[in-house]
């Protein structure tokens, strides 16, 4: 039973559109973070919510727009899409915003616009 | 505000030779710092973890790593290294109790296995 769920796991699309990805976690875990990995493997927090609460906003475009509808799941919906959002988007969850356990990842959804 | 630095953005070592890779990080309170995995494809898996007890850390898959807070430091270590070892190893920090959560994430270390 997967502890930290994203949908899709690709997605291509082209330049322009709307998409979403879902994240899903069975963890009872309070906070969900989404974070952004560049095709140099470098890993940028972009939100966090705890307990449906946005506490983490870092400088990501106004067409990223996040949305927690209960504390076990965090959505990220993304407006016209440009080339450079390309990039794999992974989904994590802690116990609390104070993480001394760390995070539990998602296995990531590879976004790839063209 | 914390960073994190990983030294050596390739690692190569033969089969059955110690792993070493560094993380050196910068906090202006006392960290939590992590390591995590990352197979091809796949998410982030927790290797070991520091929160303030003791400063040498077993993890999973034969894993360990120190925390020196002179030397601000928090090297990866294994004895000896399998073919299964070839990933993705990324460091992180969180400045623990004193701020919200989030971890930073070092640019990562890939570390190849020849056999």
């Known amino acids: 039973d997967t502890a930290v769920s994203q949908t899709p796991k690709y997605l291509v699309t082209q330049m322009g559109n709307d998409k979403s990805i879902k994240c899903e976690q069975n963890l009872g875990h309070d906070t969900m973070y989404w974070y952004k990995q560049d095709s140099k493997k470098f890993l940028k927090i972009m939100f966090s919510?705890?307990?449906?609460?946005?506490?983490i906003n870092e400088t990501v475009p106004n067409r990223f727009s996040p949305k927690s509808p209960d504390k076990a799941h965090l959505n990220l919906h993304i407006n016209s899409l440009e080339l450079g959002d390309s990039a794999v988007y992974f989904c994590?969850?802690?116990?609390?915003?104070?993480?001394?356990?760390?995070?539990?990842f998602g296995s990531g959804t590879r976004l790839t616009v063209v | 505000a914390q960073s994190v630095t990983q030294l050596g953005s390739h690692v190569s070592v033969s089969e059955g030779a110690l792993v070493l890779l560094r993380c050196n990080y910068s906090s202006s309170v006392p960290p939590y710092l992590f390591w995590y995995v990352q197979y091809p494809n796949q998410g982030l898996q927790l290797l070991l973890k520091y929160t303030s007890a003791a400063t040498l850390v077993k993890g999973i898959n034969g894993f360990e790593a120190e925390f020196k807070k002179s030397e601000t430091s928090f090297h990866l270590t294994k004895p000896s290294a399998h073919m299964s070892d070839a990933a993705e190893y990324f460091c992180?920090?969180?400045?623990?109790?004193?701020?919200?959560?989030?971890?930073?994430f070092g640019q990562g270390t890939t570390l190849q296995v020849k056999p």
């Open positions: 919510y705890n307990n449906k609460e946005l506490i």
């Open positions: 992180a920090v969180s400045e623990g109790m004193s701020n919200t959560g989030k971890l930073i």
């Open positions: 994590a969850s802690s116990q609390t915003d104070r993480p001394r356990d760390g995070y539990t």
